[in-house]
């Protein structure tokens, strides 16, 4: 999804996080621990159909462990906040990490999500052993190419950026699926050991400091940790800065083995927000069966015990600024129930801007709790394009 860096940093970076408003709890309760995650893999390919009755379902997330900027102290009841991205623009992380979290048990770094989207190197995957993950790489031949393309739609921050270097903190847009598919390989890494809530900002120093000594560091650089990405992601100053920021990760990282293999299932109807914009404008919107298809994709993986991702437009939930120049708006939540109200059936996306719900929409902010929102099936299909699940 090249334009998921909507976020805030599109929407004018105008959204402050709900750091203070931590009070009203409305998680799935707590996930069990990783020794006891779900063993099961789900078939490659189901009979997806859409659960009639809308049956009430409320999918466990591990209890958050996020800090807030600028301390140590554990934020209180992390678990009644979702994880905010603060001004980044990689709510595919975020939502990625919020996938992967449910399915192992434990709250997974976004940052830790995203480095490993854009820099891990794709052919580790075929030297992993894991029979489930071997024979998902078979039957998806072009995973390589697919993680390039995503790379490759990437886009680069340029405030405070002239030069439009891809430091890791300046690159924004990914991809769900193949963020899940790379995250299988070095073991995860916990939120509590590589904080991410609000975006960047437990790392500022970090960064500034790796800024101004890359241009020190490059001549000497050896690209070993950044050499296998594309060309769009790499530069002399920027291979110096993202290769010390690897490094820092890798040094913070308690990381465990995943308890399971992480198998994504995709489908979608665009290939990002704008792209589904452009079908509208053209008189060719996706087909109510094609909609219809992938609303019965969230109910299968509600009914077997997933949390999906799902790309849609953030104007859903919050009015357009008529100077924002973003028009498409894209964002990526993952969805962590649903249930039946008013003879309508609505689905609980989680978001991951940190916006207030008091901001949102008249009649959305009323669904909504510390970032959690009830949304109609109507409202998801005004722009609905894409949903992943992990088998």
């Avoid at 594309?230 to 920021?245: E, H, I, M």
């Avoid at 909609?291 to 993986?301: G, P």
């Avoid at 939930?317 to 008013?342: E, M, N, T």
Wanted: hydrophobic fraction near 40%; proline fraction near 8%.
């Amino acid at each position: 999804m090249s334009e998921r860096g909507i976020d805030r940093a599109a929407t004018g970076r105008r959204v402050h996080a709900a750091c203070g408003a931590l009070l009203l709890l409305l998680t799935a309760g707590s996930a069990a621990p990783a020794q006891g995650v779900d063993p099961r893999i789900l078939p490659a390919k189901p009979r997806y159909v859409r659960n009639a009755a809308c049956a009430p379902a409320l999918i466990a997330m591990p209890p958050g462990t996020h800090r807030l900027p600028g301390g140590t102290l554990i934020s209180p009841k992390p678990a009644e906040i979702p994880v905010g991205q603060g001004d980044s623009a990689i709510c595919f992380a975020y939502a990625t990490a919020d996938m992967i979290s449910q399915r192992v048990g434990r709250a997974v770094s976004p940052l830790d999500v995203a480095s490993k989207f854009y820099f891990a190197d794709p052919a580790r995957l075929e030297s992993l052993t894991d029979p489930a993950l071997r024979a998902h790489l078979k039957a998806h031949p072009a995973y390589r190419a697919d993680i390039a393309w995503g790379r490759n739609a990437a886009d680069i921050n340029p405030i405070g950026n002239p030069g439009l270097q891809p430091y890791f903190d300046k690159i924004e847009g990914g991809e769900e699926d193949a963020a899940a598919l790379l995250y299988n390989l070095g073991g995860l890494c916990e939120e509590r050991d590589l904080p991410s809530h609000e975006g960047y900002a437990h790392f500022a120093p970090t960064y500034a400091a790796l800024r101004y000594s890359a241009y020190l560091r490059a001549p000497n650089q050896c690209p070993r940790r950044v050499g296998a990405t594309v060309g769009k992601l790499r530069s002399q100053r920027a291979d110096a800065f993202n290769d010390a920021w690897l490094r820092r990760v890798e040094t913070l990282c308690r990381r465990v083995p995943l308890p399971v293999p992480l198998l994504p299932v995709s489908t979608r109807v665009a290939a990002n927000q704008l792209d589904f914009m452009a079908m509208l404008e053209a008189g060719r919107p996706p087909s109510r069966r094609d909609i219809t298809r992938m609303l019965a994709r969230v109910d299968y993986a509600l009914d077997h015990g997933r949390a999906p991702t799902i790309g849609y437009s953030w104007y859903i939930l919050q009015d357009r600024d008529p100077k924002d120049p973003d028009l498409a708006a894209d964002h990526s939540s993952a969805v962590i129930g649903r249930r039946k109200a008013a003879g309508a059936c609505q689905y609980l996306v989680q978001d991951n801007t940190g916006e207030y719900c008091a901001r949102m929409r008249a009649g959305i902010r009323e669904r909504c709790d510390n970032g959690r929102v009830w949304l109609r099936e109507d409202e998801l299909r005004r722009t609905l394009y894409s949903v992943i699940y992990l088998r």
